[in-house]
C-alpha cells in the first residue's frame, strides 16, 4: 500500500504532468509554426570562472582556511526560442560541512513559462515558504492567470556517527510540495498556497530518531488586493498552519478529522494556527498613507520558512508628502505586543515611531534631518510584574546629515558631514543606570573629482564615542581611497585604499590597527582578470608595565578568472552562423 507521504509526492506529480501538458497546449494554441521558425534554432553560450583566495594571519589560521577555492560556470542553451540555463557552482571550503559544496540549477523558460530543476526558488507567500528547494517546478505567469507546483527537497539530511564526540547536530532530510495559483494584476488579484513539508524517518541514523521527533506540516495561504477607488487599495494576507511536532504522536479519532487524513493526519502533537494581516493604503496628489494591522498566533510555525516570529500582534501608520515640490516629510508610528493568548507571565509591548524630513536647500546644499524612537513596556499577564523588575525602556536616535558639492570645468568638490546621536535608557524608578548607553557619531567625508584624468579620491574621518556605567569606548578612524581606469578602452581598472582606526576602551584596552588594500581588474575580450589584495596589522598600545604587546598581522590575497564564451550558434537564414 502507498504510504501517506507517497502519495502526497504522486498528487503534485499528477498536478505537473497537468500543467505541462497545458503547457504544451497552450505552446501549441498561442504559437503556430510560423513563429517558432522565426526563432534561431540552436544558440549555446556560457561562462566559467574561478576565485582562489590565500589568508595568513600572525595569530594562527584556526577559524579559517588558508587557502579558499571557488569554481561556477553556467551554459544557456536556446533552442528555438526556448531557454535553459544550467549552473554549477563548487566551494573546497564550506565551514557548516566537511565536504565540498555543490549547487546545480537549471531555470528553463519559454515565454510564460519557467521551469525549474535543481536547487531553485518560488515564491508562495509570506507565512507559507521562504526557502528553497532541490527538486523540479513549473510556473506560468500571464496577463492575468499565474500559477505553478514544486517538489524537492527543502534541507538534506545531517546523520553524524553518534559515537563521535564532535557529531554535528543531527537533522532529519526535508522533503516539500506545493502548488500556488492566482488570477489578476496590479492592484486587483488574488492567490492561493498549498505547501505539505515532512520530514523523512529513517534519513538519520536510528539513535537520533529517539532523540530528534520527526515533523510534518500543511499550510495554506490566501493573498489578495482590491482596488477600491483609484486613490484608496486594500491588501490581505492570509495564513493557516496545521503543525505536527512529532508525526509519531498518537492519531486524534475523529469523523470529521478523518475526511482530511490524506493531506494531514491530527495526532495529539498538533497545532493549528493562523497569521495574517491587511492594510489599507490612501494614494493622493502629494500624500501616501497606509494603515495596517498584522496578527501571528503563538507557536505558528511552517516547515517552509528558515524561522518565524509568533505570538505578536502590530498596529501601525506610515505616511509621506512633498511639499513645495522640494521639501519631503515622512513619518510613522506603530505599536506591538506578544502575550495573545495572555498565557505568558507577562505582557511586553513596543512602539515604534519615526520622522524624517530632506530638502535641497540650493543646487548644492541637500540637509536631511531624522528622528526615531522605540518605547518598551512591561505589564501583568498571568502573574503580576514585580516593579523592581519591570521593563520600562526607551530609545532615541536623531540624525543630520548635510551635503554640499561644487562642479567644475576641471575639479568636482563633495562636501557631507554626518551626526547621529542616540540614547538607550532604562527608565524603571529602581534602575540604577546598568544598562543606559549614550553614543554619539560624527563624519566627514570630502571627495575630490579629477575630471582631466578621469579619478576620484576620497577622504574621510569619523569619531564615535559611546559612555555607559562606568564605561567609555572611544573610535576613531581616518581613510583614503582613490581608484582609476588605464588604456585606451579602459579595460584596466584599479583602486586602492588605506585606513587607520584607534579603539580605547577607558582603563581597559587601547587598539591601533592599519590596513591597506589593493584591487585591479583587467578585461581581454572574452576574458576578465582580477587580483585583490589586502594587509592589517593591529596591536594594543597599552602602555602599562603589566600588560604585554598583543598584535597580529593578516594578508589576504585573492586572485580570480571569468571566461564568457559563445560555444555555437545555429541561426535562421538570413543570419550569419558560427
Known amino acids: 500500500m502507498m504510504s ?27 504559437n503556430s509554426i510560423s513563429t517558432i521558425a522565426k526563432s534561431d534554432p540552436l544558440i549555446i553560450t556560457g561562462a566559467i570562472g574561478t576565485q582562489n583566495t590565500y589568508y595568513n594571519s ?19 542553451i536556446q533552442l528555438y526560442g526556448i531557454s535553459m540555463p544550467f549552473a554549477f557552482y563548487y566551494s573546497n571550503n564550506n565551514r557548516s560541512f566537511s565536504f565540498p559544496h555543490i549547487s546545480f540549477h537549471i531555470d528553463p523558460t519559454y515565454k510564460n ?12 507567500g509570506s507565512y507559507i515558504m521562504n526557502m528553497s528547494f532541490n527538486g523540479v517546478g513549473l510556473e506560468y505567469s500571464g496577463d492575468r492567470l499565474h500559477f505553478g507546483a514544486f517538489y524537492g527537497e527543502l534541507r538534506n539530511a545531517i546523520n553524524d556517527d553518534p559515537s563521535d564526540p564532535s557529531a554535528r547536530q543531527p537533522q532529519y532530510k526535508r522533503m516539500g510540495w506545493g502548488v500556488k495559483v492566482g488570477y489578476g494584476s496590479g492592484r486587483n488579484y488574488i492567490d492561493l498556497y498549498l505547501l505539505s513539508a515532512y520530514d523523512r524517518l529513517n534519513s538519520i541514523d536510528e539513535y537520533w530518531q529517539q532523540k530528534i521527533d520527526p515533523q510534518e506540516n500543511v499550510a495554506i495561504g490566501l493573498k489578495g488586493g482590491l482596488g477600491v477607488t483609484r486613490w484608496l487599495t486594500l491588501r490581505g494576507n492570509l495564513a493557516f498552519s496545521a503543525f505536527n511536532k512529532d508525526y509519531r504522536a498518537q492519531r486524534i479519532k475523529s469523523a470529521t478529522l478523518d475526511k482530511w487524513d490524506k493531506i494531514f493526519e491530527a495526532r495529539y502533537s498538533s497545532l493549528m494556527r493562523i497569521a495574517g494581516d491587511v492594510s489599507a493604503n490612501l494614494n493622493l496628489n502629494n500624500f501616501n498613507t497606509s494603515v495596517f494591522y498584522r496578527m501571528v498566533q503563538p507557536d505558528y510555525t511552517t516547515l517552509g520558512m528558515y524561522y518565524t516570529s509568533n505570538n505578536y500582534q502590530s498596529l501601525g501608520i506610515n505616511m509621506s508628502t512633498t511639499l513645495f515640490q522640494k521639501l519631503s516629510l515622512s513619518g510613522s508610528f506603530s505599536g506591538q505586543e506578544d502575550n495573545i493568548t495572555r498565557n505568558q507571565l507577562y505582557t511586553t509591548r513596543g512602539f515604534i515611531y519615526t520622522a524624517n524630513a530632506s530638502m535641497p536647500i540650493t543646487h548644492q546644499l541637500h540637509m536631511s534631518v531624522g528622528y526615531s524612537g522605540y518605547r518598551q513596556l512591561q505589564s501583568d499577564g498571568r502573574a503580576h510584574v514585580n516593579d523592581t523588575t519591570r521593563v520600562n525602556r526607551v530609545m532615541n536616535t536623531l540624525y543630520f546629515t ?6 567644475g570645468d576641471h575639479l568636482d568638490h563633495v562636501f557631507s558631514l554626518s551626526m547621529n546621536y ?4 532604562d527608565l524603571n524608578r529602581f534602575s540604577n543606570g546598568e544598562s543606559d548607553v549614550k553614543t554619539l557619531a560624527a563624519g566627514m567625508s570630502y571627495s575630490l573629482g579629477l575630471k582631466d584624468y578621469e579619478m576620484d579620491v ?5 569619531h564615535q564615542q559611546s559612555t555607559g556605567y562606568n564605561t567609555k569606548y572611544t573610535s576613531e578612524v581616518l581613510s583614503v581611497s582613490t581608484g582609476r581606469s588605464f588604456l585606451k578602452d579602459k579595460s584596466l581598472n584599479v583602486s586602492a585604499g588605506l585606513s587607520m582606526c584607534y579603539n580605547n576602551i577607558q582603563n581597559q584596552q587601547r ?8 584591487s585591479a581588474g583587467y578585461t581581454l575580450k572574452a576574458h576578465v582578470f582580477s587580483f585583490n589584495a589586502a594587509f592589517n596589522k593591529y596591536s594594543d598600545t597599552n602602555l602599562s608595565a603589566d600588560n604585554s604587546s598583543i598584535g597580529a598581522s593578516e594578508l589576504t590575497l585573492s586572485l580570480g578568472y571569468t571566461y564568457t564564451f559563445s560555444l555555437l550558434e545555429l541561426k535562421k537564414k538570413g543570419k550569419s552562423e558560427k
Open 511 to 518: 587598539m591601533l590597527s592599519l590596513g591597506a588594500d589593493m
Open 458 to 462: 576620497t577622504t574621510s574621518l569619523s
Open 422 to 425: 542616540s540614547e538607550n535608557k
Open 58 to 76: 600572525s595569530a594562527g589560521a584556526g577559524f579559517r582556511s588558508p587557502w579558499s577555492n571557488t569554481l561556477n560556470a553556467n551554459l544557456n
Open 4 to 30: 501517506r507521504h507517497s502519495s502526497r509526492a504522486y498528487i503534485i506529480c499528477i498536478i505537473m504532468l497537468l500543467v505541462s501538458s497545458g503547457m504544451r497546449a497552450q505552446s501549441l494554441t498561442q
Open 113 to 124: 513559462w519557467r521551469g525549474h530543476i535543481g536547487r531553485s526558488s518560488m515564491d508562495m
Open 402 to 407: 548635510p551635503s554640499y558639492s561644487i562642479e
